[in-house]
Protein backbone atom coordinates (compact mmCIF):
# COMPACT_ATOMS: atom_id res chain seq x y z
CA UNK A 1 0.00 0.00 0.00
CA UNK A 2 1.56 3.29 -0.78
CA UNK A 3 2.19 5.71 1.74
CA UNK A 4 -0.91 8.31 0.56
CA UNK A 5 -3.37 5.33 1.12
CA UNK A 6 -2.40 4.36 4.48
CA UNK A 7 -2.06 8.14 5.57
CA UNK A 8 -5.81 8.33 4.53
CA UNK A 9 -7.23 5.29 5.77
CA UNK A 10 -5.88 6.20 8.76
CA UNK A 11 -7.46 9.92 8.70
CA UNK A 12 -10.72 8.09 7.76
CA UNK A 13 -10.28 5.57 10.83
CA UNK A 14 -9.90 8.70 13.22
CA UNK A 15 -12.31 10.55 11.99
CA UNK A 16 -15.48 7.89 12.41
CA UNK A 17 -13.71 7.02 16.26
CA UNK A 18 -13.55 10.95 17.26
CA UNK A 19 -17.17 11.58 17.54
CA UNK A 20 -17.89 8.04 19.82
CA UNK A 21 -16.41 10.73 22.36
CA UNK A 22 -18.58 13.37 21.63
CA UNK A 23 -21.69 11.72 24.01
CA UNK A 24 -24.17 14.24 25.90
CA UNK A 25 -23.17 13.09 29.10
CA UNK A 26 -25.16 14.43 32.23
CA UNK A 27 -23.22 16.79 34.32
CA UNK A 28 -25.42 17.20 37.33
CA UNK A 29 -28.72 17.67 37.94
CA UNK A 30 -31.28 19.29 40.52
CA UNK A 31 -32.20 17.73 42.70
CA UNK A 32 -28.96 15.67 42.84
CA UNK A 33 -28.75 12.55 41.91
CA UNK A 34 -29.47 10.21 45.57
CA UNK A 35 -29.91 13.23 47.49
CA UNK A 36 -32.62 13.89 49.89
CA UNK A 37 -34.09 16.86 49.74
CA UNK A 38 -36.54 18.62 52.66
CA UNK A 39 -38.56 20.58 50.10
CA UNK A 40 -40.32 19.00 47.37
CA UNK A 41 -39.24 20.39 44.05
CA UNK A 42 -40.90 21.94 41.39
CA UNK A 43 -39.17 21.08 38.86
CA UNK A 44 -36.45 19.04 37.97
CA UNK A 45 -33.16 19.92 35.97
CA UNK A 46 -30.59 17.91 34.39
CA UNK A 47 -27.50 19.51 32.57
CA UNK A 48 -25.57 17.60 30.01
CA UNK A 49 -21.98 18.03 28.52
CA UNK A 50 -23.27 18.48 25.24
CA UNK A 51 -26.16 20.48 23.74
CA UNK A 52 -29.02 18.38 23.02
CA UNK A 53 -32.09 18.04 20.54
CA UNK A 54 -35.16 19.39 21.86
CA UNK A 55 -37.54 17.30 20.01
CA UNK A 56 -35.39 13.47 20.62
CA UNK A 57 -34.44 13.97 24.26
CA UNK A 58 -37.15 13.30 27.29
CA UNK A 59 -37.22 12.75 31.01
CA UNK A 60 -40.01 11.08 32.98
CA UNK A 61 -40.63 10.93 37.02
CA UNK A 62 -41.87 8.41 38.86
CA UNK A 63 -42.89 7.47 42.03
CA UNK A 64 -42.34 4.56 44.27
CA UNK A 65 -45.30 2.72 42.53
CA UNK A 66 -44.21 3.44 39.01
CA UNK A 67 -47.04 6.34 38.82
CA UNK A 68 -45.66 9.28 36.75
CA UNK A 69 -45.56 12.77 38.78
CA UNK A 70 -44.12 14.94 36.23
CA UNK A 71 -46.52 17.25 33.83
CA UNK A 72 -45.25 15.97 30.60
CA UNK A 73 -43.23 19.15 29.35
CA UNK A 74 -39.77 18.12 29.21
CA UNK A 75 -38.46 20.95 27.34
CA UNK A 76 -34.34 22.50 26.46
CA UNK A 77 -33.87 25.74 28.40
CA UNK A 78 -33.96 28.56 25.56
CA UNK A 79 -30.85 30.17 27.13
CA UNK A 80 -28.83 26.41 27.89
CA UNK A 81 -29.09 24.03 24.97
CA UNK A 82 -27.69 21.74 27.22
CA UNK A 83 -30.67 22.00 30.17
CA UNK A 84 -33.26 19.76 30.31
CA UNK A 85 -36.31 20.81 32.11
CA UNK A 86 -39.54 19.32 33.52
CA UNK A 87 -42.13 20.36 36.13
CA UNK A 88 -43.57 18.13 38.71
CA UNK A 89 -46.83 17.88 40.34
CA UNK A 90 -46.76 18.29 44.68
CA UNK A 91 -44.47 15.13 45.74
CA UNK A 92 -44.99 13.54 49.37
CA UNK A 93 -41.83 12.30 50.87
CA UNK A 94 -40.97 9.37 49.24
CA UNK A 95 -38.09 7.88 46.42
CA UNK A 96 -38.65 9.39 43.09
CA UNK A 97 -36.82 7.72 39.50
CA UNK A 98 -35.74 10.62 37.41
CA UNK A 99 -35.34 8.39 33.90
CA UNK A 100 -33.71 10.24 31.11
CA UNK A 101 -33.07 9.86 27.39
CA UNK A 102 -31.42 12.74 25.34
CA UNK A 103 -29.71 13.26 21.54
CA UNK A 104 -26.97 15.46 21.52
CA UNK A 105 -26.85 17.52 18.53
CA UNK A 106 -23.73 15.07 16.87
CA UNK A 107 -26.91 12.63 16.63
CA UNK A 108 -25.57 10.61 19.45
CA UNK A 109 -28.30 9.08 21.87
CA UNK A 110 -27.64 8.49 25.46
CA UNK A 111 -29.74 7.51 28.60
CA UNK A 112 -30.02 7.04 32.17
CA UNK A 113 -31.91 7.33 35.15
CA UNK A 114 -31.46 7.90 38.77
CA UNK A 115 -33.37 8.68 41.90
CA UNK A 116 -33.86 11.04 45.10
CA UNK A 117 -35.76 11.21 48.26
CA UNK A 118 -38.23 13.60 49.24
CA UNK A 119 -37.67 13.66 53.36
CA UNK A 120 -40.73 13.50 55.42
Known amino acids: MRRL ?3 SL ?4 VWLVAPAGAHAVLDYS ?3 ARSTVRVAPNEITLTFTERLE ?3 SSVRVLDAKGKQVDN ?5 A ?8 VTLRALAAGRYRVIWRVLSIDAHVTKGEFTFDVAP
Open 78 to 85: SADATSLH
Open 5 to 7: ERF
Open 10 to 13: LLLA
Open 30 to 32: VPA
Open 72 to 76: GDARI
Open 54 to 56: PAF
